[in-house]
């Protein structure tokens, strides 16, 4: 099994819908959970950092963090065309290690 | 405040040689992780430095090697190239260490692609 899961997508939805991207992790001593996007050809850029379990929101994203089923997640609200992108999730194994998922493709078509 | 600069953008190799590629740290960052990350897959772990020592690594053979420099900056040496080591190979900088969470910030990395 591996160590993060992550549905390759891609995932289209028209603009101004509500995105849902998942990830599973199997090692329960993670306790950074990250969301990266990464446009085509650039580097991954955070979105959003969690610790341990909970919600936290910036804007239209929300990350949610469920550590008893091992499950993290990112909604977008109102999606637009600019969030076409590959999401990757990604946990902070410790001392800035970072085990990412396979990401997935989102396209938000107008 | 620069960010994080990978140098080249493209390379362009046969299999057996040999590469360089570098990286330049953010301002103020004194680790660096090398990742690299195949078409359609996410980035994977490669090795850190800290100070200038290695300071972790993932499951790549001793063939990746890097050096960090004293001003922070980096680079990932991969000898006898093979067809899989095509990739966009990221560099990602970071200020600390410790079990404490720090945001690593990634550069655009360099494609290379091995024939």
């Known amino acids: 099994q591996k160590e993060v899961e992550q549905d390759p997508g891609p995932l289209s939805v028209p603009e101004g819908a509500i995105v849902s991207l998942n990830c599973t992790y199997s090692?329960?001593?993670?306790?950074?959970f990250m969301w990266y996007r990464q446009y085509s050809r650039k580097g991954p850029e955070l979105l959003m950092y969690?610790?341990?379990?909970g919600n936290k929101e910036d804007g239209r994203f929300t990350a949610q963090v469920d550590k008893s089923s091992k499950y993290i997640s990112l909604f977008i609200r109102d999606s637009q065309p600019s969030d076409s992108a590959t999401y990757l999730c990604?946990?902070?194994?410790?001392?800035?290690?970072?085990?990412f998922g396979k990401g997935t493709m989102l396209l938000v078509s107008p | 405040e620069t960010g994080v600069t990978q140098s080249p953008t493209h390379l362009i190799k046969t299999r057996g040689q040999q590469v360089t590629l570098r990286c330049s740290s953010q301002?103020?960052?004194?680790?660096v992780s090398w990742y690299q990350q195949a078409l359609g897959q996410g980035p994977q772990f490669i090795f850190q430095?800290?100070?200038?020592?290695?300071?972790g690594r993932g499951n790549f053979p001793p063939r990746f090697s890097g050096l960090q420099f004293p001003n922070y900056s980096s680079e990932l040496n991969v000898n006898a190239l093979e067809l899989d080591d095509s990739a966009l190979y990221l560099c990602?900088?970071?200020?600390?260490?410790?079990?404490?969470?720090?945001?690593?910030?990634f550069g655009p990395g360099t494609r290379l692609t091995v024939l």
């Open positions: 430095y800290y100070r200038e020592e290695e300071n």
């Open positions: 301002s103020g960052h004194n680790t």
């Open positions: 990604a946990i902070d194994s410790g001392y800035s290690t970072l085990t």
């Open positions: 090692n329960s001593a993670f306790q950074y």
């Open positions: 969690t610790y341990s379990s």
């Open positions: 990602a900088s970071s200020q600390g260490q410790g079990p404490t969470y720090n945001e690593q910030f």
